[in-house]
């Protein structure tokens, strides 16, 4: 996607308000404000470093200051995404995202391979939207039907954000 720094504001930040690209200071805060992210294991949700070292921060202490310019982008995106997975016209114009929480992934982090469990009615599929930060390594891997695809987007990282989209388990 073009840059575009969305004003995004996390509740629990001295300053709140987040710079692009992500500076080691402002994850340090991130990380302060938020708990370590848990996943669901059968009926459980538990934290297991072992399977995903991640932070996460719920989507009720997030803010985006954009309003109509942030919407429209995300419209977009989503559109796309939706089309991406092979989505209908007629179906596209139905879809919407809704932000689930925001993650933060230091170095070292890591989620063990996993499909992605319905976390509302109606739930097909996840759109991950990765702001802009400087970062090597850490790859973004996806696996259906025997096809491995990697993206690494380390090396344009702080340059605008990327957005990848599968399906979750139904």
């Not at 073009?2 to 200071?25: C, N, Q, Y």
């Not at 209908?88 to 993650?103: C, H, I, T």
């Not at 499909?115 to 390594?137: C, H, N, W």
Request: glycine share 10%.
């Amino acid at each position: 996607m073009p840059a575009l720094h969305p004003k995004i504001r996390v509740e629990g930040m001295k300053d709140e308000r987040i710079a692009f690209p992500l500076t080691s200071a402002q994850a340090e805060e991130i990380r302060a404000a938020a708990e370590k992210a848990p996943f669901g294991r059968g009926m459980d949700t538990v934290v297991d470093e072992g399977v995903r070292k991640a932070w996460q921060i719920d989507s009720s202490k997030v803010r985006f200051d954009e309003g109509e310019t942030w919407n429209g982008v995300l419209e977009a995106v989503v559109q796309d995404c939706a089309g991406c997975l092979g989505l209908e016209p007629e179906r596209k114009a139905s879809v919407r995202a809704n932000l689930y929480k925001m993650l933060l992934y230091e170095p070292g982090g890591h989620f063990q391979k996993h499909r992605d469990a319905e976390k509302e009615p109606g739930m097909f599929g996840t759109p991950v939207i990765q702001l802009p930060s400087k970062y090597s390594g850490g790859a973004f891997v996806v696996e259906h039907k025997g096809e491995r695809k990697s993206f690494d987007f380390a090396s344009r990282s702080e340059d605008g954000f990327f957005v990848t989209a599968f399906f979750c388990r139904l």
